[in-house]
């Protein structure tokens, strides 16, 4: 049977994995005349990142074992000054060769907001407004990050600033089937944006959180982030879960994956509310009913 990029599922593979690059080149589909295949994940943290676990090594450690080209890095704000903006741009070009890229970027969680494609420059601390500004200047590509975090809604400013949106994110959708919700807000954003960005992120935190919904594009020329970038700003990609393309779903499972994505919300939910009453779920529960409601 041929084994497709990032077809792995779920895993646990631990930051402290072993080098396991040697497996990558021959199960990884021939390139074309059209140019070299490339597999990648976006919205992923580091240990730059207050609540992430793996350092850039581990994390392309990770990447590699599962058969991965690049990752776009999207660092939390929160806790970052200019120095440590710096340090994250520089980590993700040390880290980066012919053979694996980080594109450098940072999450704004306050707005929703990921930019990637980061240039070294100067960001304006006085408010959030003139992070966002500065961060928009500097950064490639601006997308709304876990729209269900928003509700499905962005100030019209945002709007405007936005290239695109993460039309699918594990962590907050679960890995069953894209959110019906997300894919609404997409047909908004195309009547205003024709050429609006789709994306699918992992929000990886930690090993434990990867999932093989991968982007697949096809680049000439080098591995860069002006290849990676210029096919994700002409939506030249395809998002893979577990190597097949999401819109090759038959009806039938399209509809059992919205019912699941349903029961996720409600017992999403009835945590929220357990939560606000404090009730705390212990930690092992929490994990299993995490990963049997989300896939
Ligand atoms: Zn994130």
């Not at 994995?17 to 597999?39: E, H, L, Q």
Request: aromatic share 6%; proline share 4%; glycine share 8%.
């Amino acid at each position: 049977m041929s084994q497709k990029p990032g077809d792995h599922g779920p895993g646990q593979p631990g930051c402290g994995i072993g080098d396991s690059t040697t497996s990558m080149k021959k199960v990884r589909p021939p390139n074309s005349s059209a140019g070299r295949n490339c597999y990648g994940v976006t919205h992923v943290h580091s240990t730059r990142s207050f609540d992430g676990q793996c350092s850039y090594a581990e994390l392309r450690r990770l990447f590699q074992s599962q058969n991965l080209d690049f990752a776009c890095i999207t660092e939390h704000i929160e806790t970052l000054d200019q120095a440590a903006i710096n340090r994250i741009i520089d980590e993700c070009r040390s880290h980066s060769d012919g053979d694996f890229l980080f594109v450098p970027g940072i999450e704004m969680d306050c707005y929703r907001v990921n930019f990637m494609g980061l240039a070294a420059g100067t960001i304006d601390f006085t408010s959030d407004r003139t992070v966002f500004d500065s961060l928009r200047s500097l950064s490639r590509l601006c997308i709304l990050a876990h729209p269900v975090k928003s509700r499905f809604t962005y100030a019209d400013w945002i709007l405007q600033a936005a290239d695109g949106l993460e039309i699918w994110n594990t962590r907050h959708d679960g890995f069953h089937d894209l959110r019906p919700q997300n894919a609404q807000l997409y047909r908004r954003l195309l009547i205003d944006k024709p050429d609006a960005i789709k994306l699918a992120g992992i929000d990886l935190h930690a090993p434990g959180d990867y999932r093989a919904l991968t982007m697949h594009l096809v680049i000439t020329g080098d591995l860069t982030e002006a290849t990676v970038l210029g096919q994700i700003q002409q939506n030249r990609t395809q998002i893979l879960k577990a190597g097949r393309p999401i819109d090759a779903v038959s009806l039938i499972a399209r509809l059992a994956h919205r019912t699941r994505i349903r029961i996720m919300d409600r017992l999403q939910a009835v945590h929220r509310q357990m939560t606000d009453r404090g009730l705390a779920i212990p930690r092992p529960i929490k994990r299993i009913a995490r990963r049997l409601a989300q896939g």
